[in-house]
């Protein structure tokens, strides 16, 4: 068996997920906004361990300097782009400003929810003031512009300042239905709506979202990746990681105060009624057979996904409404037996891409998942990104193809075991990391299972989001010169995240505690460096789409820095700069011909320019003049594409002036479809670039030997 470092998981996957909870009761009344004892108990594990635990990597005292941090974070969290809070307010809150410290020791939670109701009494101010802001017309001859991005901007000075802020954001809002053709009483409507919603999902906010809230701040005090999950994001964590949770086996989304199916996963206990499609509305929920039906409308998602799921062979009976009828549309009750569902769309996938003459294997991995139950009972089938991996390169070799691109763009990182024993895969036997734990001690990862899955020509495709155990991953292909890095540097992530079960420590099964989620080592390449702050660089670098000093680990004032250890002992495979100059210049030649590529480059130059004013132009005619040159752009590379005979570059992106859950849900999914099927021209340069990489080594025992010096290595790629 390969060896396991189950000791870590990486901060940075998303939660996002359809179902969410245990099944419980109605939700408590949200007026009754106030922490209760199992916070308490829980904020009093926070302190114990984020502050006099051995166990933390870089314990930090809960003082004064801490409170202080801990303040900004907390009224960061609640309104970071200060379009709520008065000045008035933040000089308020001031006096609270050195007293978090004491009250947590105190085991006094009081002074996250009294800041949380002055900003729900904002909002309400806002919103109202939103609202009535659509009665009147607009001028939009006038030349002003309204600066969207305040993350930086002084706390508004008074009520009037805010209105003024807020004129200008609703007038954008207006502006942008209306240049999407739609008239004034649809666009009052449209946005009365939205602003309602708004409104809705912000009292929907209940005592665990504020503690959690309060409790991240606290451990984004001491560094970026430390958080607080309450027992609801807790659970959500665990599916997202082992890609299985039992349910009805449907995605659900919120609009218009209902919660609806978006989707309907195919086989699911949903499919299998016959009776359930996208659209339509939850109105109400019973469970088993004869369970009361509790009314859900305008409940908040998470209460009613709370109610949907349940354990596998129960019964749950909904109340369904069809999406094609409108308000007075057909009601039913469904019956729905549970059943466990695997999160497939999450999994790794694979396609087959022709590029140079050469059949490029791609694997997609969006993360690396695990089910750490399953393997703590040693489960021999255990869910893994590794075991899912491995058998979608059994079936590409299969295929013959010639190369394997392991695409990690977007992987957010995950179980730094996977990263261990993914590398293992590709190579014979040899560490993969280095992990130094709070008491400086270092221990080696790596992969002591002889044999490998995948022999061949590898890359492995990264941008600016691919971070954590994507990046220990990708650096351990580098440093041992196994395969090429293409793409953008990385996140720059290099610290490992233990969690910490709070519910272990409590005597009741009343109520539950929660996660914490606590940097507790830091891991470094075995070339001795590490990525913290540093990132994997590529071998063959693409444009870089976001600024390390926007976005990264580099852009956080208290991560840690970059540092170094000693290397670890490992044998080279191989050593890719004698042929990087030569895959680079073909890539940079390619791409001058490469039309979807240089549109890319030019799109990206356009998005980081508009993003760099932070304002937008509320003047009619100016809008208008923009819209026209996107869309006379766009029409001028379609029509290239079609004289070409490249794939079309998918439907319209003109602004229609809507959100996301503003759509139709057919609407929403289809364009969703749509997106998957843009073209993908870094993914495509990538194949590219790997298929050169076997043509020139092909083509050249010396250039193939000084890539490759250990004869046995060089087989590896000329195969």
Do not use: C
């Not at 009741?508 to 830091?522: E, V």
């Amino acid at each position: 068996m390969k060896k396991r470092i189950v000791l870590a998981i990486a901060a940075l996957l998303p939660l996002a997920i359809a179902f969410a909870a245990t099944q419980g009761d109605a939700p408590a009344a949200k007026a009754a906004l106030a922490p209760t004892e199992a916070q308490a108990q829980a904020g009093t594990l926070m302190y114990l361990h984020l502050s006099g635990s051995d166990f933390s990597y870089r314990p930090l005292p809960l003082d004064d300097a801490l409170s202080r941090t801990m303040h900004a974070k907390y009224l960061e969290s609640l309104d970071g782009n200060r379009m709520f809070f008065l000045a008035s307010d933040i000089a308020g809150f001031k006096a609270f400003e050195t007293r978090h410290d004491d009250a947590v020791k105190a085991k006094d939670f009081t002074t996250p929810f009294t800041i949380f109701k002055v900003y729900l009494t904002r909002a309400d101010e806002r919103i109202a003031y939103a609202r009535k802001l659509l009665k009147q017309d607009f001028d939009f001859t006038v030349k002003e512009s309204y600066r969207y991005d305040r993350e930086d901007a002084p706390w508004a000075a008074s009520s009037k300042e805010l209105d003024e802020l807020w004129r200008q954001s609703v007038k954008n809002d207006v502006l942008r239905l209306k240049l999407a053709g739609r008239s004034m009483p649809e666009i009052r409507t449209t946005l009365d709506k939205r602003y309602s919603d708004l409104s809705r999902r912000i009292h929907q906010l209940d005592g665990d979202d504020v503690f959690e809230n309060y409790m991240n701040a606290y451990g984004n005090a001491i560094d970026p990746h430390t958080a607080y999950f309450s027992p609801r994001s807790a659970e959500n964590f665990e599916m997202t990681m082992k890609l299985s949770l039992e349910g009805v086996g449907a995605v659900l989304q919120q609009q218009d105060g209902f919660v609806l199916f978006r989707t309907i996963m195919p086989g699911s206990p949903a499919e299998k009624t016959g009776k359930i499609k996208a659209g339509d509305r939850i109105l109400a929920v019973g469970q088993g057979d004869s369970g009361p039906m509790v009314d859900v409308v305008d409940w908040s998602i998470d209460d009613v996904v709370a109610k949907v799921r349940g354990a596998k062979g129960t019964v749950v009976r909904l109340e369904v409404q069809s999406g094609d009828e409108g308000a007075d549309g057909t009601r039913q009750i469904v019956r729905v037996v549970r059943d466990k569902i695997k999160l497939e769309e999450q999994a790794a996938s694979k396609k087959i891409i022709e590029s140079g003459g050469k059949r490029i294997g791609v694997i997609e991995l969006p993360a690396f998942y695990l089910d750490f139950e399953a393997a703590r009972r040693g489960d021999p089938d255990v869910r893994s990104a590794t075991s899912d991996v491995r058998k979608l390169l059994t079936e590409l070799k299969a295929e013959k193809v010639d190369g394997v691109v392991i695409d990690l763009r977007s992987n957010g990182g995950g179980a730094l075991p996977e990263a261990i024993e993914l590398t293992g895969l590709f190579i014979d036997t040899g560490p993969v990391v280095q992990v130094r734990s709070s008491n400086g001690d270092i221990e080696v990862g790596g992969d002591t299972e002889p044999g490998v899955a995948w022999s061949g020509p590898l890359a492995v495709l990264v941008n600016r989001s691919s971070a954590s155990a994507s990046e220990i991953f990708a650096a351990a292909i580098q440093d041992y010169g196994r395969g090429l890095i293409i793409g953008e540097p990385t996140f720059g992530k290099g610290t490992v995240q233990s969690v910490i079960p709070f519910d272990r420590y409590k005597r009741t099964k009343d109520f539950k505690l929660g996660d914490l989620h606590m940097t507790t080592a830091q891991f470094f390449r075995i070339n001795g460096g590490t990525t913290q702050n540093a990132a994997v660089s590529p071998d063959v670098p693409f444009p870089v789409t976001v600024d390390a000093g926007e976005y990264g680990e580099s852009t956080f004032d208290n991560a840690l820095p970059y540092t170094e250890i000693p290397a670890a002992n490992y044998n080279r495979l191989g050593m890719f700069k004698a042929i990087n100059p030569q895959l680079i210049s073909r890539h940079e030649a390619r791409i001058t011909g490469d039309k979807e590529f240089t549109w890319w480059m030019q799109d990206v130059a356009s998005f980081k320019a508009d993003r760099a004013k932070k304002t937008v132009s509320l003047n009619e005619q100016e809008r208008l003049d923009e819209r026209a040159a996107f869309k006379a752009k766009r029409e001028a590379r379609e029509a290239e594409r079609k004289a070409l005979g490249l794939k079309s570059g998918g439907p319209d992106d003109n602004d229609d002036g809507l959100q996301a859950n503003e759509r139709k849900v057919s609407e929403q999914v289809a364009q969703e479809n749509a997106d998957k099927e843009r073209p993908d021209p870094l993914l495509n340069e990538s194949a590219a670039i790997l298929a050169d990489a076997i043509v020139l080594l092909e083509g050249s025992r010396p250039l193939l030997t000084q890539v490759f010096p250990k004869s046995s290595a060089a087989k590896v790629w000329a195969q």
